[in-house]
């Protein structure tokens, strides 16, 4: 009993009270109502692609809409081959067809909340990797009608950490809050990264844990994740991200 005790308090301190306390600054802070009344149009992060000669590929993410953007983000995907005149962006979403290219401009804001940069890769680099994303995208395997759940996923976030598995060399995994980024594709429960320097393991997005190079070490529980990351020290912290240490 008192074991049970302990973990129920561990989860209440590190779990719980993060996730009630971004939810209630959420609640009291000016936002849209709704989607029409947010603003989608480009927040003025990227330079424009005929000033930037350079390939380049950038990883956003922006908190989302509704009372879930107190604890939850929506993640994408930019490109632009070098001296290409326009950017190309991938989102996943909950309508249609749910793989969607260049259905907002590259750095919208998301339901008026600023995007901010997961990483960012450049020149030589991004060239070589470019084509390795586009066969990612294409891989992924909920890519039609139908192929979207909300939570524990496959969501937006299910689509952008498959794509930065499947090219490691990008570096990063999603934020904290990117809540379905640790739900496997295909209903599996065990991966590792192709240059073997992350492991994951997930019972369908609900419970798991990441350990590597990229990860740290991650403990999620309901899409919620803490964790500590030991190659750019910080501790992750459910609903508000990491902080640096």
């Not at 939810?23 to 992060?45: C, H, I, L, T």
């Not at 039609?144 to 598995?165: C, D, E, M, Q």
Request: net charge positive.
């Amino acid at each position: 009993m008192k074991l049970l005790r302990n973990v129920l308090v561990l989860f209440l301190v590190i779990y719980l009270m993060p996730a009630l306390a971004a939810a209630g600054f959420w609640y009291v802070k000016d936002r849209p109502q709704s989607w029409r009344e947010a603003n989608w149009k480009s927040a003025g992060v990227l330079p424009r692609a005929e000033d930037t000669p350079r390939a380049t590929i950038h990883i956003f993410s922006a908190a989302t809409g509704g009372m879930k953007g107190a604890i939850a983000s929506h993640a994408w995907i930019v490109t632009k081959e070098a001296n290409a005149k326009t950017y190309n962006r991938y989102d996943k979403v909950g309508w249609g067809t749910p793989v969607r290219k260049n259905g907002y401009a590259p750095d919208a804001y998301w339901y008026s909340n600023t995007p901010r940069v997961v990483v960012s890769v450049s020149g030589d680099e991004a060239a070589r990797l470019i084509p390795k994303i586009e066969k990612a995208i294409a891989a992924y395997p909920y890519s039609k009608p139908g192929g979207y759940r909300i939570w524990p996923g496959p969501n937006s976030n299910t689509f952008v950490a498959h794509v930065l598995r499947s090219v490691p060399e990008l570096g990063v995994v999603l934020p904290p809050d990117a809540v379905g980024r640790d739900y496997l594709p295909e209903g599996r429960l065990f991966a590792i990264d192709p240059d073997g320097k992350d492991v994951h393991a997930t019972l369908y997005g609900l419970l798991g844990v990441s350990a590597g190079l990229r990860s740290g070490l991650e403990l999620h529980i309901m899409g919620l994740v803490a964790g500590v990351d030991f190659s750019r020290p910080a501790i992750k912290i459910p609903a508000i991200g990491r902080i640096g240490i």
